[in-house]
C-alpha cells in the first residue's frame, strides 16, 4: 500500500493525464435529429490531421479509459471544470503527436522492443518515470524489490485500475523513448561550423561607440504625404505574411442581470423572523441548521477574539442559547446562536504512529487488530518511538519518534483534532482518517481557556422563481423590439439601464469570455451566427449564462488565413504613410549630405543636435535616445569607424550615424562558442521540430462541434 500511496502522491508530476466527459448520448442525439447516414465520417469527425480523420469516438475512448486512472492517481471523485478544461487540452495535444508522429516514426523505423520496455523498468537504464514512482525518499536510491512485488500484483487487484494505470504507465514511457530517438536523429544532423562560431564570436564581442542624427517621422504632416489605393495594395500583396490571422469573432450584447428584487429582500427577512423563536426552542442546534440553513454547520470552538467584533463581547459573555440578530452580512440574513461553552486547550501536543491498509484490507479490520496489539505493547511499557520507526507510514514525523510537536485545533483534520483536543494526557486513542488508522497519544495540554460554540442559521438573499421570469420578460421585450443590429445599438443609447458590453477575438475552442461564467455554448452560438445578426441557439436569442440573461450580436468575423483586404486597409495606410514620411526626410537628408562630410556639419545644416551612443553590440535591444531601433544597431555594428552612414529608415524616424570607437574584446574561444550553438540547436529541437510538423500537417480542428 505504502508503494501505491507514493504512485499516487507522485502521478501528477510525472505525467499529463487526460479526462473528459462522456458525451456519447450527446453525439448519438445530435445524429439522429440530423437525419445523417449511419456511417458519415464527417459526421462523428472531430479532426483531420495530415489527411487522416480523427473521430470523435476516438478521442472520446482515450478520455473514457482515463478517467478511472486519474481518480486512481489523484484520490478524487470528480474534477471541477477548470481543470476539465485544461485536461481535455492535453489530451487534444496528444491525439495531435500520435497522428503526426507516426508517419515519421514508420518511414524512420523507430520502434521500441519488448525487450527495451523490459531495460527501462527493471534493466540498467531504468526510465526517469520509474525512478520518480520507485525511489526510496529516505535513500533516494530505487527500490527495485518494490517494482517487483508490484509488477507481481498489480493484476490481483480486483478493480483493474493498477493494471489500467501501469498499462498506461508503459504507453507514457514509450511515447517519451520514441521521441526521444526521433529528435536525437535531428539533433545529429545539426551542427555549427567553426567558421559560423568566429563569426558569432566577433560580433558578442566587438562594441562601438557612435554619433547620430535623428529626424522624427512626424515632422512630415499627413498633408505633404500623397497615398494611392494602388500603393496599398501593393503593399498588401508584398506583405501578406504580415496579416496572417486565426479565425475570431467578435460581439458586442446586453446583459439583464438575475438580481434579488425588494419582494425577495422582504421574503428572506420575513422567514428569519419566523423561524427566530423554533431555532430558540430546538436543543439540535447541528440537525437544525442542517435542515433550514443555507450555511452549513460550525463545529468548532472559538475564544473571543476569534469570533466576529460584531457579537464577540455579547456572544462571549452571554448563557447558552442566547441569540444574537436577525443581521444581515455577505448577502445573507442570519441568526447566531451561543451553541455551547467548554473550557478548552488553546493547543496540545501528541505523537502518533500512523497505520496503512493494504489493498485487501478493505475494512480496517487488520490494521485494527494491528492497532490493538501496539497499544497492548505500549500499556506494557514499550518504546513508542521505536514503535513508530518499526510500523508508521509517516517517516517525517518518525524522525521524532513519532512526536507532531503542538498544534492548534484548526492545524490538523478535523477527525483527528477533534479526538487529540477531548483526550487526557497520556491516553492510547485510535482515529481513523482519510490517511489511514493513528494511534495517538496525548502528551501535553495547554492552559484550558474558554472557548465558545456558535450555531449560524442564514437565508441567502437569493433571487426568487417569479423575480427571474420578471426579468426574463424583460429580456423578451428587448429582443421583440430589437431585431436588428441597428435597432439593439439604437435601444442601448435611449435606454439609461442598458450598457453595451464589448467581447473581441473570441477564438472556436475558447472556453472563457471575460465576465460570464461558463459560456461554452454561447461561443459556439457565436460561430454560427453571421456578422450583424442576433445570436441564437435553438432559434432561441435569449442566453442565460450564471445569474444573467444575455442578448448579443456578432460585430465582427476574421477567418482563418490571410486577412481581407478592407479588414486591414487601416493597418496598411499607418505602414504605407510611414514609409513615405521616411523616404521624403531621407531624400532631405541626402541633400544636405552632399556638403557635409561629417556628423557635426549635417547636424547644423539639419538643424538638429548629435546624441552619442557608447558600448552598444550587434546583441543591444534598443540605442538611448532613440528606443528600440534594430536597424540602427545593424548599421552601427557594421560601418567602418569615422564613415558617414547613408540615411537609415528606423521605427519612428531617419537616422545618419558615425561611429567613433570600435572596441574588440577577446572573451570566450571558438570551441566553447561551437558547443554552446550546438546546445542551443538541440534545445530547439526539442520543441521546434514538432511545431513544424505541425504547420506541415494541414490540422482542421472540429471540436467545437462536439464540445
Known amino acids: 500500500m505504502a508503494t501505491l500511496e507514493k504512485i499516487r502522491n507522485r502521478a501528477g508530476v510525472l505525467v499529463a493525464i487526460v479526462i473528459g466527459m462522456a458525451l456519447l448520448a450527446f453525439i448519438l442525439g445530435d445524429f439522429l435529429n440530423s437525419g445523417g447516414a449511419l456511417f458519415s465520417n464527417s459526421q462523428f469527425e472531430i479532426a483531420e490531421i495530415s489527411g487522416k480523420s480523427v473521430s470523435v469516438q476516438k478521442y472520446q475512448k482515450e478520455l473514457n479509459d482515463l478517467i478511472e486512472i486519474t481518480k486512481f492517481t489523484s484520490g478524487k471523485n470528480a474534477l471541477d471544470e477548470k481543470t476539465i478544461q485544461r485536461i481535455q487540452e492535453q489530451t487534444w495535444q496528444q491525439i495531435l503527436r500520435q497522428n503526426i508522429l507516426k508517419d515519421e516514426y514508420k518511414e524512420l523505423g523507430i520502434d521500441i522492443s519488448s525487450e527495451e520496455l523490459w531495460d527501462m523498468v527493471q534493466g540498467e537504464n531504468i526510465h526517469p518515470i520509474i525512478q520518480n514512482l520507485f525511489t526510496n525518499p529516505e535513500t533516494g536510491e530505487l527500490n527495485t524489490m518494490a517494482v517487483i512485488q508490484f509488477l507481481k500484483t498489480y493484476d490481483q487487484d480486483p478493480t483493474g485500475q493498477q493494471k489500467a494505470y501501469w498499462l498506461f504507465i508503459e504507453d507514457q514511457m514509450v511515447q517519451e523513448r520514441e521521441f526521444s530517438k526521433y529528435t536525437n536523429l535531428i539533433k545529429k544532423g545539426l551542427y555549427v561550423t567553426k567558421r559560423e562560431a568566429q563569426a558569432e564570436l566577433n560580433r558578442i564581442n566587438k562594441t562601438v561607440d557612435f554619433d547620430f542624427i535623428a529626424q522624427n517621422l512626424n515632422q512630415i504632416p499627413d498633408s505633404l504625404v500623397n497615398i494611392e489605393e494602388r500603393g496599398l495594395k501593393t503593399y498588401y500583396k508584398n506583405h501578406a505574411n504580415d496579416f496572417k490571422q486565426t479565425a475570431s469573432r467578435s460581439i458586442e450584447y446586453v446583459t439583464f442581470d438575475i438580481k434579488p428584487s425588494e419582494a425577495d429582500r422582504n421574503a428572506a427577512e420575513e422567514w428569519i423572523n419566523n423561524i427566530y423563536a423554533d431555532f430558540a426552542q430546538t436543543d439540535n442546534d447541528k440537525d437544525f441548521i442542517s435542515l433550514n440553513s443555507d450555511i452549513s454547520f460550525d463545529d468548532n470552538y472559538y475564544k473571543k477574539d476569534e469570533l466576529p467584533e ?303 551612443a557608447t558600448n552598444i553590440s550587434f546583441r543591444s535591444y534598443s540605442v538611448p535616445e532613440a528606443g528600440v531601433e534594430p536597424k540602427l544597431i545593424a548599421v552601427a555594428t557594421t560601418l567602418e569607424q569615422d564613415k558617414l552612414s547613408n540615411p537609415v529608415k528606423g521605427n519612428t524616424g531617419v537616422y545618419v550615424l558615425q561611429v567613433t570607437s570600435v572596441n574588440i574584446s577577446d572573451i570566450g574561444n571558438v570551441e566553447m562558442q561551437q558547443q554552446q550553438g550546438m546546445m542551443q540547436y538541440s534545445n530547439r529541437a526539442n520543441y521546434e521540430v514538432f511545431e513544424a510538423l505541425k504547420e506541415t500537417a494541414n490540422i482542421v480542428d472540429k471540436r467545437a462541434k462536439f464540445y
Open 310 to 612: 460584531q457579537f464577540q463581547e455579547e456572544m462571549f459573555n452571554a448563557k447558552e442559547g442566547f441569540i444574537y440578530g436577525p443581521y444581515f452580512e455577505d448577502e445573507t440574513f442570519k441568526l447566531a446562536k451561543l451553541s455551547d461553552i467548554k473550557y478548552l486547550p488553546d493547543s496540545v501536543r501528541a505523537r502518533h504512529i500512523l497505520l496503512q491498509p493494504t489493498p485487501q484490507d478493505t475494512d480496517y479490520s487488520q490494521i485494527y487488530a494491528m492497532a490493538d496489539s501496539l497499544i497492548n505493547l505500549l500499556k506494557s511499557g514499550a518504546n513508542f518511538a521505536q514503535l513508530s520507526n518499526q510500523y508508521s507510514a509517516d517517516k517525517a514525523a518518525n524522525e521524532k519518534g513519532g512526536d507532531l510537536g503542538w498544534f492548534k485545533a484548526n492545524e490538523m483534520i478535523k477527525p483527528f483534532s477533534d479526538s487529540c483536543f477531548n483526550a487526557n494526557v497520556g491516553e492510547y486513542k485510535t482515529i481513523p482518517t482519510q490517511y489511514g488508522l493513528h494511534i495517538t497519544q496525548v502528551t501535553g495540554r495547554s492552559k484550558e481557556v474558554k472557548k465558545v460554540k456558535v450555531a449560524i442559521l442564514g437565508r441567502k438573499l437569493e433571487p426568487s422563481a417569479e423575480t427571474e421570469e420578471n426579468i426574463y420578460a424583460q429580456a423578451s421585450k428587448f429582443v421583440g423590439n430589437n431585431h436588428t443590429y441597428e435597432e439593439f445599438n439604437q435601444a442601448i443609447q435611449e435606454n439609461e439601464n442598458l450598457t453595451k458590453k464589448i467581447a473581441s477575438n473570441i477564438k472556436e475552442n475558447d472556453k472563457n469570455i471575460p465576465g460570464l461564467e461558463n459560456p461554452r455554448e454561447f461561443i459556439r452560438a457565436i460561430y454560427n451566427t453571421d456578422k450583424h445578426e442576433i445570436i441564437k441557439e435553438n432559434n432561441d436569442p435569449i442566453f442565460k449564462i450564471g445569474d444573467r440573461f444575455i442578448i448579443g450580436f456578432v460585430t465582427d468575423i476574421k477567418e482563418d488565413g490571410i486577412a481581407p483586404f478592407e479588414q486591414v486597409r487601416s493597418q496598411i495606410l499607418v505602414q504605407v504613410k510611414k514609409e513615405k514620411r521616411a523616404e521624403q526626410l531621407a531624400e532631405k537628408i541626402r541633400q544636405q549630405m552632399a556638403e557635409a562630410n561629417n556628423i557635426q556639419t549635417l547636424a547644423s545644416k539639419l538643424n538638429t543636435e548629435v546624441k552619442t
